[in-house]
C-alpha cells in the first residue's frame, strides 16, 4: 500500500489545495520499504492532487484541511483521508502504519515540543 | 454621579473577555506561533488553544497565506495593524472567507512583541456585496444626470486608496460623500475621522491632527494621540482644507509622501496607514495663484477629483428632497405633517438656495416644526424664503418643473395616499417593467433614465 501526506517543508502542508509538494511511502508488511519520495508538483490544486492520488494507487491521505468536496471524492474512491493533521510527515506517516493517526492529530516531535512557549 | 468603587479591582482572565467576543481571536508571538486562542476560534478549528499552543498559525488556522504571511510579518515589523481579507478551512472542511485584523502588542514587562489575530467571518458580507454597496450611498439622493455620475463614479472612488478631493459649494453634502467613499472601501471597519481645518487655530490643528507628547508646550499635561493616528486603517476627511495654514500644509504633505510624522515635541517617528479624503468648497488653483495653497499639495490631493453640483443645478432633486426631509423629520418630531401645499411647493421650486441641500433641509425641519395642521403652507415657510419669492425663478433648478418626469403638474400636490416619493418611485418601476414585458432597457427608457439607474433604484428597492 501507498500513503501520500502534503508538505510544506517537512511537515504536513495545512490545506490540501495549496500543497505544490508531496511525500509518497510505499508500505511493505506494516514498514516503511524504500526511501519515501517527494514529488514537487507543477501548482496547487485540489482536483490536480486527487487525479494523482488515484494514479499513485494510494490507499491512505494523511493532510491539513481538505475541502468537503474532495474528501468524499477521495473517500468514495475508497482511499481514507486523515485530515486536519499538524506535525511532521514521516512523523505521521509512522503512526499512521501503527494506526495511532487520527483526524485533528498534532504530531509532536522532541523539537516542537521544546518549541513550545 | 454614582461610583461603584467595587469594581476597580476587577480584573478578569484575558482569555475569559476574549471568549466573549463573536469573532475568532488568537495571539501569536513573533514568529506567528500560537500563544493562546479564544473559544470561538478553537469551535472553529476543531483545536484547543492549549494544546496547539508553540505551533504556528498558518497550521491551525490552516489560512491559504502559507507561512510567510508577509503582510502579518510587516504589522509585527512596523507596529501598524493592519487588515487582509482570506479564508480558513473550519473543522466542517468548509471554506470560509475571513477578514483577519492583525494588532501589534508589546508586554509591558519585558517588552516582548505579539501579535493579536482577530478572524471575521464574512460570508455573509459577500454574499450581500450588492446591497451593501447599495446602502453605501445612503444619505446621498438624487435622481438628477449631475448625480447619477457621482453615484456611478462612488464604487471606483472607494475600491482604490487614492486620495480623493471633493470640491463643491457649501451645503452640497461633500461630508456625506467622503463617509459614503469610506463606508464602501475597504477600509469601512476602520474609523472615519473628519477633521474641519478652518474651525481651529494653526497651533490647536497641529496638535488635534497629529498629536503630542507630555511637556511638548504649556498645558500638554499628558501624550495624545492625533486624528491621523486615532484614523489608523480608516480613512480621515480633512473639511475646509482651503483654510489650512501654509505651515500645516508642509506637513500634510510630508505624511502623504512618507505615511510618517513627528507628533509635537517627539522624536519618535509614527507611522500611519490612513486614506486622505479632503473637501472644500474654495477653489484650491485660484489659492494656489495666489500663494495660499502650496502648489504640490494641490496635486497630491488632487489625484480624484469630485464636483459636487450645487442644489440648483439638480434638475428635478428638489421634490425628492423634500419629500425625504419631509418624511424624516414628520417621523423624528412625531408630527402629523403629510405634504406640501402646491403654493410652497412651487415657491421651494423658483428658490435658488445658496446653502444648497443644508438649507433645503433646515426650511423643511422650520415647516415641519411650525405647521400644526397636515399640509405645509407658505406660511410655514421661514420668513427669507417668502421675502425671496420675488426672485424669478431658476431655470437650471426647476426641481418641481411642468412636464419633469419627476415631477407633478405646477399645481399637483402629493397624492394624499402616497406614502413616500420612494413609493411612488418603486410603483413607476414597477409599472413600466409591465408596460415593457419586463424589459429593462425598455422601462429604463420609459421612465427617462439610463439602464445603470434603473438597476440601481431597482436593487434598492429590493426588486431585483
Given amino acids: 500500500m501507498k500513503i501520500l501526506a502534503t508538505l510544506q517543508n517537512n511537515d504536513i502542508a495545512p490545506r490540501f489545495?495549496?500543497?505544490?509538494?508531496?511525500?509518497?511511502?510505499?508500505?511493505?508488511?506494516?514498514?516503511?520499504?524504500?526511501?519515501?519520495?517527494?514529488?514537487?508538483?507543477?501548482?496547487?490544486?485540489?482536483?490536480?492532487l486527487c487525479s494523482l492520488i488515484i494514479k499513485e494507487e494510494v490507499s491512505l491521505v494523511i493532510c491539513g484541511g481538505i475541502e468537503e468536496s474532495h474528501f468524499q471524492y477521495l473517500v468514495?474512491?475508497?482511499?481514507?483521508?486523515?485530515?486536519?493533521?499538524?506535525?511532521?510527515?514521516?512523523?505521521?506517516?509512522?503512526?499512521?502504519?501503527?494506526?495511532?493517526?487520527?483526524?485533528g492529530g498534532i504530531v509532536r516531535t522532541e523539537s516542537t515540543r521544546s518549541a513550545r512557549l | 454621579?454614582?461610583?461603584?468603587?467595587?469594581?476597580?479591582?476587577?480584573?478578569?482572565?484575558?482569555?475569559?473577555?476574549?471568549?466573549?467576543?463573536?469573532?475568532?481571536?488568537?495571539?501569536?508571538?513573533?514568529?506567528?506561533?500560537?500563544?493562546?486562542?479564544?473559544?470561538?476560534?478553537?469551535?472553529?478549528?476543531?483545536?484547543?488553544?492549549?494544546?496547539?499552543?508553540?505551533?504556528?498559525?498558518?497550521?491551525?488556522?490552516?489560512?491559504?497565506?502559507?507561512?510567510?504571511?508577509?503582510?502579518?510579518?510587516?504589522?509585527?515589523?512596523?507596529?501598524?495593524?493592519?487588515?487582509?481579507?482570506?479564508?480558513?478551512?473550519g473543522l466542517n472542511r468548509e471554506k470560509i472567507p475571513m477578514r483577519f485584523t492583525a494588532t501589534p502588542v508589546v508586554e509591558r514587562t519585558g517588552g516582548r512583541q505579539a501579535l493579536v489575530l482577530v478572524l471575521e467571518d464574512i460570508a455573509d458580507c459577500q454574499k450581500t456585496g450588492g446591497k451593501k454597496e447599495a446602502g453605501t450611498a445612503k444619505g446621498l439622493l438624487g435622481h438628477s444626470p449631475k448625480m447619477q455620475e457621482i453615484f456611478e463614479l462612488l464604487p471606483v472612488l472607494?475600491?482604490?486608496?487614492?486620495?480623493?478631493?471633493?470640491?463643491?459649494?457649501?451645503?452640497?453634502?461633500?461630508?456625506?460623500?467622503?463617509?459614503?467613499?469610506?463606508?464602501?472601501?475597504?477600509?469601512?471597519?476602520?474609523?472615519?475621522?473628519?477633521v474641519n481645518c478652518g474651525a481651529l487655530p494653526e497651533s490647536l490643528l497641529e496638535s488635534e491632527l497629529f498629536g503630542h507628547v507630555r511637556g511638548a508646550f504649556t498645558g500638554a499635561h499628558a501624550d495624545k494621540h492625533g486624528m491621523f493616528q486615532l484614523a489608523q486603517g480608516g480613512t480621515i476627511f480633512l473639511t475646509e482644507i482651503g483654510d489650512l495654514p501654509l505651515p500645516l500644509q508642509v506637513k500634510l504633505l510630508t505624511v502623504l509622501d512618507d505615511r510618517?510624522?513627528?507628533?509635537?515635541?517627539?522624536?519618535?517617528?509614527?507611522?500611519?496607514?490612513v486614506r486622505l479624503i479632503t473637501?472644500?468648497?474654495?477653489?484650491?488653483?485660484?489659492?494656489?495663484?495666489?500663494?495660499?495653497?502650496?502648489?504640490?499639495l494641490f496635486f497630491r490631493l488632487n489625484v480624484l477629483r469630485v464636483h459636487l453640483p450645487p442644489l440648483r443645478e439638480r434638475d428635478g432633486d428638489v421634490r425628492l428632497l423634500?419629500?425625504?426631509?419631509?418624511?424624516?423629520?414628520?417621523?423624528s418630531f412625531k408630527k402629523n405633517v403629510k405634504k406640501l401645499s402646491s403654493r410652497a411647493?412651487?415657491?421651494?421650486?423658483?428658490?435658488?438656495?445658496?446653502?444648497?441641500?443644508?438649507?433645503?433641509?433646515?426650511?423643511?425641519?422650520?415647516?415641519?416644526?411650525?405647521?400644526?395642521?397636515?399640509v405645509i403652507d407658505i406660511e410655514h415657510l421661514p420668513p427669507y424664503v417668502l421675502a425671496d419669492a420675488g426672485t424669478p425663478p431658476r431655470t437650471a433648478a426647476e426641481a418641481v418643473a411642468p412636464g419633469s418626469p419627476l415631477s407633478g403638474g405646477p399645481d399637483e400636490e402629493l397624492p394624499d395616499n402616497a406614502v413616500s416619493w420612494s413609493s411612488i418611485e418603486k410603483r413607476k418601476i414597477l409599472t413600466a417593467l409591465m408596460q415593457t414585458g419586463g424589459s429593462r432597457t425598455g422601462a429604463a427608457k420609459a421612465l427617462g433614465w439610463g439602464r445603470t439607474t434603473l438597476w440601481r433604484k431597482m436593487r434598492e428597492y429590493d426588486l431585483g
Wanted: glycine share 10%.
Fill in chain 1, 17 to 48: 489545495d495549496l500543497a505544490t509538494e508531496i511525500l509518497i511511502a510505499s508500505i511493505v508488511r506494516g514498514k516503511i520499504s524504500g526511501e519515501p519520495r517527494t514529488v514537487l508538483l507543477p501548482g496547487p490544486g485540489s482536483d490536480a
Fill in chain 2, 158 to 194: 472607494a475600491h482604490t486608496d487614492s486620495s480623493v478631493l471633493i470640491t463643491g459649494e457649501t451645503g452640497t453634502g461633500k461630508d456625506i460623500l467622503a463617509e459614503a467613499v469610506h463606508l464602501a472601501s475597504r477600509r469601512s471597519k476602520y474609523p472615519f475621522i473628519k
Fill in chain 2, 322 to 331: 423634500i419629500d425625504y426631509f419631509l418624511q424624516m423629520f414628520a417621523a
Fill in chain 2, 260 to 273: 510618517e510624522f513627528f507628533p509635537l515635541g517627539s522624536q519618535k517617528k509614527v507611522r500611519v496607514d
Fill in chain 1, 76 to 103: 468514495w474512491k475508497k482511499i481514507e483521508v486523515i485530515d486536519r493533521v499538524i506535525g511532521p510527515a514521516p512523523r505521521a506517516i509512522e503512526l499512521a502504519i501503527a494506526k495511532q493517526l487520527r483526524p
Fill in chain 2, 345 to 374: 411647493l412651487r415657491l421651494l421650486g423658483g428658490y435658488r438656495y445658496p446653502g444648497n441641500v443644508r438649507e433645503l433641509r433646515n426650511i423643511i425641519e422650520y415647516g415641519v416644526n411650525i405647521c400644526r395642521g397636515e
Fill in chain 2, 1 to 89: 454621579m454614582v461610583e461603584n468603587r467595587g469594581n476597580e479591582n476587577f480584573c478578569p482572565d484575558l482569555i475569559e473577555i476574549l471568549n466573549g467576543v463573536p469573532h475568532g481571536i488568537a495571539l501569536v508571538d513573533q514568529d506567528l506561533r500560537i500563544i493562546m486562542m479564544n473559544r470561538f476560534l478553537e469551535a472553529l478549528t476543531g483545536y484547543s488553544g492549549e494544546e496547539v499552543r508553540g505551533i504556528y498559525c498558518d497550521h491551525v488556522l490552516r489560512t491559504g497565506f502559507g507561512r510567510n504571511v508577509q503582510v502579518f510579518r510587516q504589522s509585527l515589523d512596523s507596529g501598524v495593524a493592519c487588515s487582509i481579507e482570506g479564508d480558513i478551512l
Fill in chain 2, 279 to 296: 473637501g472644500t468648497h474654495r477653489d484650491l488653483k485660484q489659492l494656489v495663484e495666489v500663494g495660499r495653497f502650496r502648489e504640490d
